[in-house]
């Protein structure tokens, strides 16, 4: 006991056992491949790969592609540090999963620095091992895109670090560090953004709040929220320009149901699954979507409960923030307070209640907000061993324990799609989402009669889910099955007019059809929603000089390029082709069609060049072209 004792005083040995013990806890995570978004975000996402390619994927969107832009994400950082983890690793994904472990430790080692200037060492060993071996993060660490995470969670920790080890007046140099800190942070991810509300937190939490500490904070503090500011603003700025948009413009699934006060029913529905996830974490999921979290619309027992839940906490928090400011060596009950403070203030931004965002409720959007959660939990437990050494240390001890089995238990379900899939179908088999990713499964391996029947079920789920019918669409298109994605999409365009990628498809779907008539329209809708859409202009281009409105197509075609650059769509191709013999040089136009077909094409796109090759270039033999409508109706 007295050995345990001394270890319990060391600083540097407390930062060995938190480190040693986040990397054995994790370290089944090493193995695992790449699962559910990393294929996106990293596997197929080309413009990472290369030191070439890099630099400009830096300053794109964090989701490639379509939903780019859509998504409201731009993490520069994480995108940097993916990148050079693929060109070092060439694709190795043990790499990726090391560097998350290892970052795991050091995010683990980095909340133990910060508290043990707050609290007790004790205290913040505790915490700090409740951090490194909680199962709700296995999320974020065991899944490569969830560095973002864990470099988002170090850099902030890091700049609160330098902020309360810095001398009362803080000067620039100390600033600017901090600042460059949450910079790195913010463009690992956007949670980050609270950085300043915690800095004053932290200023807070280690002074009585009088109007004479006040003035004094604002004296001596005041470079540091000048150098925040200026570094919050350039990020947002940074942020319209890539994106369009400050906060995401779609949001979660069921957005369409959260209008503002049923927003505040379902966040206390949500509130209510967090505390239980960090309390109890048990029933884990990498889908909290609707069916799951169910959207509140009115008022339930479960929703009050969440309000009485979060009513109850802060009453808590408030008493316990009354009992003296907090110190390195001192066990202040305002360390409860404080963590309740710093989860509310870190978890404002992905409850929907400001503003929307992807996600109705995610395990890993808890890894920021825990640090406070862990030190109010260090904080009750230590304070719970007084007088009671043994059964506290045994207490601790099981929790720790039996965290760490759950841990090491549910890393293996991100070992690849595989097993991501059959762990949510399993525990979640009315997920919609999990029925969704069951038919990608499916339409993969060709049993496209399992994958239909999955789809199905997902659209029955999720009938109100205007973002997921849109990629449902986009899954049949790649298959060639045209008539089930306009089905789809004009179901998702009707629940959502302002989202410009269903029209945006809609078009395509009536280009490749050939209806030139119906393509311009759609195509209009979508640059009047999304002046940025790179594809439409072309579509448009087509679908003008398709009926022979060959001046205008020649100036959408021009001001495309002008802004975008030559892309290599078929649509791009064509309407030079018609250009061209409009203008009567037949040999130039046979040179447009055959760029257009040497792209990758769909049967249909290709019959639909044929078809008009021989219609507009003379003496090209035509070739047997089935109608474009063939497209068979399975939906």
């Not at 001596?220 to 319209?240: E, F, K, P, T």
């Not at 169910?294 to 929703?303: A, F, Q």
């Not at 009536?510 to 008539?517: D, K, V």
């Amino acid at each position: 006991m007295k050995r345990l004792a001394g270890l319990l005083q060391d600083r540097r040995a407390a930062l060995l056992l938190v480190s040693m013990v986040a990397v054995v806890v994790y370290a089944n995570a090493v193995p695992n491949r790449f699962a559910y978004d990393d294929h996106h975000i990293v596997v197929n996402n080309e413009a990472i790969q290369s030191l070439e390619t890099l630099p400009g994927a830096v300053l794109s969107p964090y989701w490639p592609g379509v939903f780019g832009r859509a998504s409201g994400l731009w993490r520069p950082t994480s995108q940097l540090l993916l990148g050079l983890q693929w060109i070092a690793a060439d694709g190795s994904p043990w790499v990726f999963h090391l560097t998350n472990v290892l970052g795991h430790a050091a995010v683990s080692a980095l909340v133990l620095l910060l508290l043990a200037e707050l609290m007790s060492l004790p205290g913040a060993l505790v915490a700090a091992l409740l951090f490194a071996v909680h199962p709700v993060h296995v999320e974020a660490v065991a899944n490569v895109v969830g560095m973002s995470e864990i470099v988002s969670t170090g850099f902030f920790l890091a700049a609160c670090l330098v902020h309360v080890r810095s001398p009362a007046e803080t000067r620039w140099g100390r600033a600017v560090a901090i600042a460059v800190l949450y910079t790195l942070g913010f463009g690992a991810k956007e949670g980050a953004v609270t950085l300043p509300g915690i800095i004053f937190l932290l200023d807070a939490a280690r002074s009585d709040l009088s109007l004479r500490d006040l003035r004094r904070y604002a004296s001596q503090r005041w470079r540091v929220y000048l150098a925040l500011a200026v570094s919050a603003a350039l990020m947002l700025i940074a942020r319209s320009e890539v994106l369009g948009t400050i906060a995401d413009p779609f949001g979660p699934l069921g957005a369409d149901l959260l209008a503002e006060v049923p927003r505040i029913w379902t966040v206390s529905e949500v509130w209510g699954n967090y505390v239980r996830l960090w309390v109890l974490p048990l029933d884990l999921s990498s889908d909290y979507g609707p069916n799951v979290i169910p959207i509140s619309i009115g008022w339930t027992l479960s929703n009050g409960l969440g309000v009485a839940l979060a009513l109850g906490i802060l009453g808590l928090a408030l008493a316990a923030w009354r009992t003296g400011v907090m110190a390195a060596g001192r066990s202040s009950g305002r360390a409860a307070g404080f963590g309740v403070a710093w989860f509310i203030i870190t978890m404002s931004p992905v409850l929907n209640v400001f503003f929307l965002v992807g996600v109705l409720l995610a395990e890993r959007t808890l890894y920021l907000p825990s640090v406070g959660l862990s030190a109010a939990s260090g904080w009750m437990l230590v304070r719970f061993s007084r007088g009671r050494p043994r059964a506290a240390l045994l207490a601790t001890g099981v929790i720790l324990a039996a965290a760490s089995a759950r841990t090491w238990t549910r890393s293996p379900t991100w070992m690849d799609n595989d097993a991501m899939l059959e762990a949510l179908i399993t525990d979640y088999p009315y997920s919609g989402r999990a029925q969704w990713v069951l038919g990608d499964a499916f339409m993969v391996r060709g049993r496209t009669s399992d994958a239909f029947r999955s789809y199905r079920a997902a659209v029955d789920l999720l009938d109100s889910h205007y973002q997921i019918m849109t990629e449902f669409a986009q899954t049949m298109m790649h298959q060639e099955l045209y008539r089930p994605a306009e089905g789809l999409l004009r179901h998702a365009w009707r629940r959502e007019p302002h989202f410009p990628l269903a029209p945006g498809l809609l078009a395509e779907i009536y280009s490749i059809w050939g209806r030139p008539e119906q393509a311009e329209h759609l195509s209009r809708v979508t640059l009047t929603i999304d002046e940025d859409d790179r594809l439409r202009p072309h579509i448009l281009a087509w679908s003008l000089a398709s009926q022979g409105k060959f001046v205008e197509a020649r100036e959408v075609r021009e001001a495309a390029i002008l802004r975008f650059g030559l892309r290599d769509f078929w649509q791009q191709w064509v309407t030079l082709a018609y250009l061209e013999a409009d203008a009567g040089d037949s040999t130039a136009a046979s040179g447009a069609f055959d760029r257009a077909s040497a792209l990758e094409l769909s049967t249909v796109e290709r019959e639909l060049i044929d078809s008009l090759r021989v219609a507009l270039v003379p003496g090209v033999p035509p070739d047997t072209v089935q109608g474009a409508d063939r497209a068979p109706v399975l939906w």
